[in-house]
């Protein structure tokens, strides 16, 4: 009996894998609200209070994970393209590529006005310079590390918004997007204090070790292409 395939515009799985392909992209969407659900105090908060600008904070965090998984599935889908390995990644997100873009850029905002705001509420005013660069000490180091993430997620994404009028050059500026990806878990990882163990380090290694074999994958199939036209 043959065995039927998933048509793709970048490649084809067999049916029994494409299941196993969604089973495990639902499982990369659970698992940040699961253990960000069973690390935090979230209910208790409802129930009982909480510090001044606590609730913010944890949905900071909550946004940072998100954050980080759309940004680099967003980075998957452009680097695997070309590549065979593209038709693992869930047809909604290689369909929507700028929808997901756009729902990305939301969220990491969401992210930063949390963070903004439980800081602001922590200490009763409006803590704004944390949107400036700032180099001090680690803790600021950190913070302008994702800022900088940030300003140029927007500058990408806005070429990429108007790339009917700016012409080829939006490529170009679009090509940020891999050193987004990578100041983005970086400041993940320095940022957070569940970081240095558990859980966390095991999700924001296998984010980078994964955007990391996409690069590579992208660039030996750019050589073969290459190599093909010559």
């Known amino acids: 009996m043959r065995t039927q395939l998933i048509n793709s515009p970048f490649g084809r799985l067999p049916n029994g894998l494409n299941l196993l392909g969604r089973m495990i992209w639902i499982a990369i969407l659970i698992l940040p609200w699961a253990w960000w659900y069973s690390t935090t105090d979230v209910t208790t908060y409802w129930q009982y209070g909480a510090p001044p600008g606590q609730v913010w904070y944890v949905l900071s965090k909550l946004f940072g994970l998100y954050a980080a998984v759309l940004l680099w599935l967003q980075a998957l889908c452009g680097l695997l393209k070309p590549t065979p390995y593209a038709a693992w990644l869930p047809s909604w997100a290689r369909a929507r590529h700028g929808i997901l873009g756009a729902i990305s850029v939301l969220v990491v905002t969401a992210h930063i006005g949390s963070f903004v705001m439980a800081v602001s509420l922590r200490k009763n005013s409006i803590e704004w310079p944390l949107l400036l660069p700032n180099v001090k000490d680690f803790y600021h180091a950190s913070i302008t590390v994702g800022l900088t993430a940030f300003f140029l997620l927007l500058l990408a994404a806005t070429a990429a918004g108007l790339r009917n009028r700016i012409g080829p050059i939006w490529r170009r500026v679009h090509r940020l997007m891999p050193g987004v990806i990578a100041l983005g878990l970086l400041h993940g990882f320095l940022i ?39």
């Open 192 to 230: 957070g204090t569940e970081t240095r163990y558990g859980f966390y380090t095991v999700f924001y290694s296998a984010l980078a070790l994964t955007f990391i074999l996409a690069l590579v994958a992208r660039w030996r199939t750019a050589r073969v292409i290459k190599r093909a036209l010559s």
